[in-house]
């Protein structure tokens, strides 16, 4: 059942926030913490800690911006909402009411999208390790494949005749771009060739749609560079008799946790290693201040060359060929934030102390980089006297001396106590419970849907 909160302003809750990494915060998701902390409180208490609470409205939001972006160029276009950045139900229901796709990596995000309510014709299925099952459960589902090698193409060519019915396999090709040679992923020119050839002998079972690349970084100029080299491969499956309309340039548009000029402040005076009580500082970070938007990006993206006089808007217009994104991280920017109640502080030798939290390091991390999650909690303070200001790290609640949330000090205006809470904003992107696990058999986290119709009126229902 719903719980929804009517009540006004009410306290004794206090709200406190950082001031070296400060995060921006979506409105709704703002006035929720500063309106009625206690709400908050009440579902801790209800749920337990931490707690994610997930919030569609601002998924919706970023789908729409990229979506007029894409609109607003006239490009034929096609979104597919990278499942992986997060395993909440709500998402994908809200990339459903969105109209958008679904890109996934296993038959249970397969699965998971179609309960949502995505048509399975605008699922598309990306990563290199695709089974039997899952293959066979696409190709019912009538979904797009991203054929990652040519081992995988005899792979999916061989399940093909387990099926039923009238519809073709429909696939892409996945081009392994010369920025990353290295790269486990997708094919390069030769074997991409060969396998244009066997779609060629192969009509009657499979619909070629076109190529499809992921590239890790953030710069919209790799992307471009990727997309030129596709085309060329365009080109030759034109020549071969085959019909490309789409190429996928996978997902990686940034998004920006803090002010560009907080970012660049913290790095240049608060980041070394006297910083961190362990006298460390990360080798990588995500790049929290982006200088661009998701949006920005995109406009960058398809305003950039294509070729003498043409930008790769007017490609994608000229040839009718679709452009296809893959955002994980950047459609669930802002939507989700994660809360941790306090357990108790520590004083530790050289004045050191530590805030113990009910959580642990895989409760906020930074699942892919080398780095934890940089941004700074706000503080909900239950107590109503001021505690004298402190810098303190914070630890989860595991007996291991690495199960540490923030090695960085963190600036407390007052000191936490037991009860309080420490809110970290913009979870959503990998960072919340991809890695959580029962260890010590603490049971999972909850994750609630947020929602707001109008204000001071939030609804919580659970997210399954
Ligand atoms: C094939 C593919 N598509 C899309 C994504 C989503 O990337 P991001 O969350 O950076 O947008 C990933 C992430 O690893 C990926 O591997």
Redesign the pocket.
Known sequence: MPTTNKSAVEQPYKVHHPEILTPLIDPVISTLINKFPNKLADLVEQQGSPLNLVWPHAFELNTQALLNVLKQYQVPHAIFY?A??NKSQSMLGAAANSGIGV?VSSIHELNAALRAGVPGTKICA??PAKTAVFHQALISAGSLICVDSLEEFDHLHSVIPTQTGPTKTRVLLRYRPKSSQNSRFGMGSQELLQCLQRLTEKPELFHFEGFHF?LGGYGFESRAQAFREVCGFIEAAREMGLNPQMIDI????PIRYVEPETYAQFLQNDNNPSHYYNQKVPATYYPYGSELTATQWLTLLLEAEHSLGLSIANYLQTQNITLAL?????LVDQAAISIFRVTRSKQLADNKTVIFVEGSSFSACETWFASEYLVDPILVSTKQQPHAPIQAYIAGHSCLDDDVITHRLINFATAPQAGDLLIYINTA?YQMDLLENEFHRHPLPRRLMATCCTEGNYAFSPDY
Request: hydrophobic share 10%.
């Open positions: 990278g992986k950045a890109d990306t990563g992921h996978g997902g990686g548009l893959e955002p994980g991280r950047s992107g």
